[in-house]
């Protein structure tokens, strides 16, 4: 709501005309530069502080949804930004507010997520005497942040915003915060005197497509490979570079894998389409390619890769190119821009060096049906209690090509990480390297409101969904229905294995054990739709009849707490 003070004069030259003076808050300001940026929804739980920036939603036609825990405000602000590209944003109050928020900031900061967190703070004019709820939010939240500002006047409030977008996207993606104290947010400035940035007026472009001469030196290589392999990772997804991944291992004839958010680049079943034969080619072929994922501990650092293959990474991130281990040639730029670029260099040439691979691609399929086979009967099980590999595997069965993945949990999603493949681009979600338990509910509500016309499925362990489970009210208060299963073991069984491993059975069950909840019952209670199953066979109609529900909908699966994923029993998490 803006204001007009009565009788000001306006500056043009005709000194007499009576005007009148636009006034708007900082809460208004906030929220026009929140619209200019693209932000339709804010993600928050209410607090006295920000107040001011629900009026300024109500204003520029931003839905608020409110949730029962900041953190899920946050993991939510950071799922909306996966989905949609543009930065989801979450709005929380001073002090426990903000405190509550920061595991969301945090694996944002680890997933490379673009989004803005708004704290409240208490008012300039109490700095530093003891107000309600005040913390040091900006020296918190910097080493998890891009950008972490306080707003110091009203008139600054929208460029701030803008600011703080700008710098989400400066390099790899990630978030940024700004604190608003509670007088800057509810003061009210003349509309001329604050800079409100213009819609597409404060940011450039990140499409870089790198050291043109660096694009021809990976032509060379790859015309040259005869065993080259690509891993299509997560800024794949970020730089919306599907059709330029696709186009490259097509027409190049080069094996793919998928790792994050890259996941469903190409669809299961696609020739070049590999996941079971990683290690294999990552330590036979001559040239590999690593396209926006970093050399973390989910790569080994980079140890598991040939010695003798030429390594080329590519990545938004000069920080990450090159780190924990030696590469042959470095790119940084946008995915999409660089492997549509290669492509077209190679596709000019006489020999482009595609049908040289055709045993090479034959050698890796044989690998990865020979994997895939040793598996399937597990998958298959038909033992009671249920084996987790049955449960990933009906749960893969289950997926059509408009289904978002979602995985959060430890031991059972790392079963679901070896036999879920998502059917369609951007259909997969998990925490990140952070490896955040929790992230599930808050993803699912983002999807769910950001994709209605898809469907969510969620798959939790009984550990992670307790974490942020509440907000399944959520869900349910906002009419977002999603396919939901715990995989229940009553246990935090990753943990669980390596303390047996460690330290014996006897001394195995010390501070990982939870009780035999009734997820089902939960779910029910709060107005979502709940079924237990407990034979393997029933695991399919109960996740249909979930379907069908139309509600958000918990299937509790009881699975054998004592079988553990191969990724768990290796510990590969820690190597
Ligand atoms: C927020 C958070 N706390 C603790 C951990 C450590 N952790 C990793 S896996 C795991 C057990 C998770 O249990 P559950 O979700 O039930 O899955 P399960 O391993 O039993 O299949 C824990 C506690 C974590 N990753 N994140
Ligand atoms: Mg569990």
């Not at 060379?220 to 991944?245: E, F, I, M, S, Y």
């Not at 995915?335 to 000019?348: F, K, W």
């Not at 070896?418 to 983002?446: C, N, R």
Request: negative net charge; glycine residues 12%.
């Amino acid at each position: 709501m803006t204001q007009t003070i009565p009788g000001s004069t306006s500056r043009s030259d005709k000194p007499e005309a009576p005007t009148t003076q636009e006034l708007i808050s900082g809460g208004h300001l906030v929220a026009k530069a929140l619209k200019a940026e693209g932000v339709d929804t804010i993600f928050t739980l209410c607090g006295g502080h920000i107040i001011d920036i629900y009026d300024g939603c109500v204003d520029e036609g931003i839905q608020v949804i409110d949730v029962r825990h900041e953190q899920v405000a946050a993991h939510a602000a950071d799922g909306y930004s996966r989905i949609t590209g543009t930065p989801g944003c979450a709005v929380v109050t001073a002090g426990p507010g903000t405190s509550d928020a920061i595991t969301g900031v945090a694996n944002a900061f680890r997933a490379e997520s673009p989004m803005l967190l708004i704290g409240g703070q208490g008012a300039l004019s109490q700095h530093k005497m003891g107000s309600l709820q005040d913390l040091p939010h900006v020296d918190m939240m910097a080493p998890i942040t891009k950008f972490a500002a306080t707003v110091p006047s009203t008139a600054r409030a929208a460029d701030l915003v803008s600011m703080a977008f700008r710098e989400c996207f400066n390099g790899a993606p990630g978030p940024s915060f700004l604190e608003i104290p509670r007088d800057v947010l509810d003061a009210k400035v003349p509309l001329e005197q604050a800079r409100l940035p213009r819609p597409g007026g404060y940011r450039a472009s990140t499409r870089s497509v790198g050291d043109p001469g660096s694009i021809e030196a990976l032509a060379d290589l790859l015309t040259h490979a005869q065993k080259p392999c690509v891993l299509l990772g997560n800024q794949v997804w970020t730089c919306r570079a599907t059709d330029a991944a696709v186009s490259f291992v097509h027409e190049l004839n080069v094996p793919a894998f998928m790792n994050g958010a890259g996941r469903g680049t190409l669809p299961p079943g696609d020739p070049l389409h590999f996941q079971l034969a990683r290690r294999h080619a990552f330590i036979e072929a001559d040239l590999i390619i690593i396209v926006g994922t970093p050399f973390d501990f989910r790569m080994g650092y980079g140890r598991r890769l040939s010695p003798a293959a030429k390594v080329v990474q590519i990545d938004l991130n000069y920080g990450t190119v090159g780190k924990n281990r030696d590469i042959d040639l470095g790119i940084v730029g946008d995915a999409g821009a660089v492997l549509a670029a290669v492509t077209q260099a190679i596709s000019g040439r006489l020999d482009t060096g595609t049908s040289a691979r055709k045993a090479w691609i034959a050698e890796l399929r044989a690998v990865e049906t020979a994997a895939y086979d040793k598996r399937l009967p597990r998958q298959l099980s038909d033992s009671s209690p249920i084996d987790p590999y049955r449960l990933v595997h009906e749960i893969n069965e289950f997926l059509t090509e408009d289904s978002i993945y979602i995985g959060d949990g430890g031991d059972i999603v790392t079963f679901s990480g070896q036999v879920v493949q998502p059917k369609s681009p951007g259909h997969w979600m998990d925490p990140g390297p952070l490896g955040t338990l929790g992230v599930g509910i808050p993803f699912v509500l983002a999807a769910k409101h950001a994709r209605p016309d898809k469907e969510v499925v969620a798959l939790f362990g009984d550990g992670a969904f307790s974490l942020t489970g509440w907000d399944f009210e959520t869900l349910v208060r906002y009419n977002l229905p999603f396919v939901g299963i715990v995989g229940n073991n009553s246990s935090m069984n990753q943990i669980r294995y390596g303390q047996i491993q460690k330290y014996g059975e006897a001394r195995g069950r010390v501070g990982n054990t939870l009780g035999d909840v009734h997820y089902d019952q939960f779910a029910k209670m709060l107005g979502g739709y709940g079924e237990e199953v407990r034979n393997p066979a029933d695991i399919g109609p109960a996740l249909r009849r979930a379907r069908e529900s139309g509600l958000p909908s918990l299937i509790n699966v009881w699975v054998d707490p004592d079988v553990y994923a191969p990724g768990t029993m290796n510990q590969t998490m820690y190597k």
